[in-house]
């Protein structure tokens, strides 16, 4: 049984949820995918909570709310997979809260070491319930043929984000303003859900200040793809990131990347190498200028980003980790 926050509304969980139960789906695990917070609380839900051998918990934050809210015992073992808000936020400001439900699950997986090391060393884990399993990608092939309608220009900037305070969507302006003075036709596009009406109307003031900004609401995850080969480079702007699946999905469509120096996004990518990473937005006008202007050093980047990608973040690693770990939970629970 695994509960996701979301799986319908394009976002981070959901991309996360689908990915998984694709992934399980192929080694013959049978999964159900409850959306906690989108899809009512049925009987069949609670019939299939009834038939499981493990419950895996994606975003420990909101799963507790939800739970508490609908007094749902967690009479099954359990495993918990977190991202960067959760430890990075939630937990740090609320431990008594959440550490009683994290301390009770059978296995807690996180994207990188160095969540690993934050629960081990600053809220008490034991090293053996902690695992490091990487996301990896997930593009299904578009349903339909419909073609997005993409704004003209050159270079083409995306960022994949949900519209949240923590995104920090418009932190890029001041460098491609920069950059505008010496590539005219530049365009900015921001896609994602719009999850918080302060922001949104920032970015709409934004687009109306600024002819070369652009914003898409949330499409299809099928249609991401289509996105990703738009763009000449793709950027991120967050504050903070558990491991942005964005970055991994646009380094696998062959596409360089910029992003912001965080723990997620280091997990990922090293300065120069395999992508760019940037302190501030001298760093970002930098490294947006190297990219559009060197083109020898924008392919040597974009063949490493991809390089990573086949390595260290492939489906069958991902998902095979998963598999290990319930059954390991379910053999230890007999």
């Not at 034991?126 to 993409?150: C, F, G, M, R």
């Amino acid at each position: 049984m695994f509960f996701t926050p979301y799986f319908h509304q394009n976002r981070g969980n959901s991309t996360t949820a689908r990915r998984i139960q694709h992934g399980l789906k192929k080694e013959n695990v049978s999964v159900f995918v409850y959306a906690y917070e989108e899809e009512d609380l049925t009987q069949e839900v609670r019939d299939q909570m009834e038939n499981a051998d493990v419950f895996h918990i994606l975003q420990f934050a909101r799963f507790l709310k939800w739970s508490q809210k609908h007094q749902i015992e967690l009479n099954k073992p359990y495993m918990i997979t977190s991202g960067g808000t959760d430890i990075n936020h939630s937990l740090k400001e609320d431990e008594k809260i959440y550490a009683p439900l994290l301390h009770k699950a059978k296995a807690v997986t996180v994207f990188t070491e160095k969540a690993k090391e934050s629960l081990v060393n600053n809220h008490g884990f034991s090293n053996e319930v902690i695992h490091v399993i990487p996301q990896s990608v997930y593009l299904p092939e578009k349903a339909d043929e419909e073609k997005l309608i993409l704004p003209e220009g050159n270079p083409r900037i995306l960022l994949p984000a949900g519209l949240r305070s923590i995104k920090d969507v418009l932190y890029a302006i001041p460098a491609l303003v920069k950059l505008k003075a010496e590539y005219p036709q530049i365009v900015f596009l921001i896609l994602g859900a719009n999850l918080d009406e302060a922001v949104y109307e920032e970015v709409r003031n934004a687009c109306v200040k600024y002819e070369w900004l652009h914003y898409l609401p949330e499409i299809d995850l099928a249609k991401m793809k289509e996105v990703y080969q738009w763009a000449d480079i793709v950027i991120n702007t967050s504050i903070s990131e558990g491991q942005p699946t964005s970055l991994l999905e646009a380094m696998i469509e062959h596409k360089p990347v910029i992003a912001r120096d965080n723990t997620g996004n280091t997990s990922i990518i090293q300065h120069k190498k395999n992508g760019m990473i940037f302190r501030d937005v001298k760093g970002l006008y930098d490294s947006l200028k190297q990219l559009v202007s060197d083109k020898a050093f924008a392919q040597k980047v974009i063949q490493n980003g991809y390089q990573t990608v086949t390595e260290n973040h492939t489906m069958d690693k991902e998902i095979k980790s998963y598999v290990t770990l319930y059954e390991t939970i379910k053999e230890r629970n007999k």
